[in-house]
């Protein structure tokens, strides 16, 4: 039995500096997002807004470039939904919305590497997550802005490079009644602060 102790410490002390060299070798960063869409920039956050369009082709999609590696990347961002505000319908209690996205992501030869949701309700300003550039109002801000906020993780496999973003469906509950949007070309969702998390080669 005395004989096993420095057995199993050095397969602990092995064992710790492979996770080490591990954590060593894993890097998140920014990710390279090729945007064909760009809301804005959000006026409180300097992040830019981009666009989630339904889209029957995987090229015609945010295309995100996951770095070569070893392994798995994972990209994350953070999913919202689009709203387009108005101060009149806010004021006299119309403004209620409820908002269903969905998404997919793929790699571009047509492997859906996940589905993702968002949820979210609007009923008043406080709800947008920022106001965007570039908009012809007085404040210089459009009507279309982000509301709700989900992050969303999506494993990549290492044969994979590039995948893309792209709209599936929106489904929007309103006092007056209900809608859903099915059109390639309909924006149905937005996403910001693209990263990817991976081990360098």
Same mark, same amino acid.
Not at 152 to 181: A, C, N, W
């Given at each position: 039995?005395?004989?096993?102790?420095? #057995?199993?410490?050095?397969? /602990?002390?092995?064992?710790?500096?492979?996770?080490?060299?591990?954590?060593?070798?894993?890097?998140?960063?920014?990710? @390279?997002?090729?945007? %064909?869409?760009?809301?804005?920039?959000?006026?409180?956050? *300097?992040? =830019?807004?981009?666009?989630?369009?339904?889209?029957?082709?995987?090229?015609?999609? #945010?295309? =995100?470039?996951? %770095?070569?590696?070893?392994? @798995?990347?994972?990209?994350?961002? /953070?999913?919202?939904?689009?709203?387009?505000? &108005? @101060?009149?319908?806010?004021?006299?209690?119309?403004?209620?919305?409820?908002?269903?996205?969905?998404?997919?992501?793929?790699?571009?030869?047509?492997?859906?590497?996940?589905?993702?949701?968002?949820? &979210?309700?609007?009923? &008043?300003?406080?709800?947008?997550?920022?106001?965007?550039?570039?908009?012809?109002? %007085? @404040?210089?801000?459009?009507?279309?802005?982000?509301?709700?906020?989900?992050?969303?993780? =999506?494993?990549?496999?290492?044969?994979?490079?590039?995948?893309?973003?792209?709209?599936?469906?929106? +489904?929007?509950?309103?006092?007056?009644?209900?809608?859903?949007?099915?059109?390639?070309?309909?924006?149905?969702?937005?996403?910001? +602060?693209?990263?990817? *998390?991976?081990?360098?080669?």
């Amino acid at each position: 039995m005395r004989a096993a102790l420095p #057995i199993a410490a050095a397969l /602990t002390a092995l064992l710790s500096t492979a996770a080490q060299s591990r954590a060593q070798d894993s890097r998140v960063e920014a990710a @390279e997002v090729r945007c %064909p869409a760009v809301l804005g920039v959000g006026v409180a956050t *300097e992040v =830019v807004f981009c666009d989630v369009r339904i889209q029957n082709e995987a090229g015609r999609g #945010i295309l =995100v470039v996951v %770095p070569r590696r070893r392994g @798995e990347a994972t990209v994350s961002f /953070t999913l919202h939904n689009r709203h387009t505000y &108005s @101060e009149s319908e806010t004021r006299a209690g119309r403004a209620y919305t409820e908002y269903t996205a969905e998404i997919a992501v793929a790699a571009l030869d047509g492997r859906v590497l996940g589905r993702r949701y968002i949820l &979210s309700e609007f009923r &008043s300003a406080g709800d947008l997550i920022d106001r965007v550039t570039g908009g012809a109002g %007085p @404040e210089g801000v459009k009507a279309v802005a982000p509301t709700g906020r989900e992050r969303v993780f =999506v494993s990549v496999p290492e044969d994979v490079d590039t995948i893309s973003i792209v709209g599936q469906s929106l +489904d929007v509950v309103r006092l007056d009644g209900r809608e859903t949007f099915r059109t390639p070309g309909r924006p149905v969702a937005v996403i910001s +602060d693209v990263e990817v *998390e991976y081990q360098a080669p």
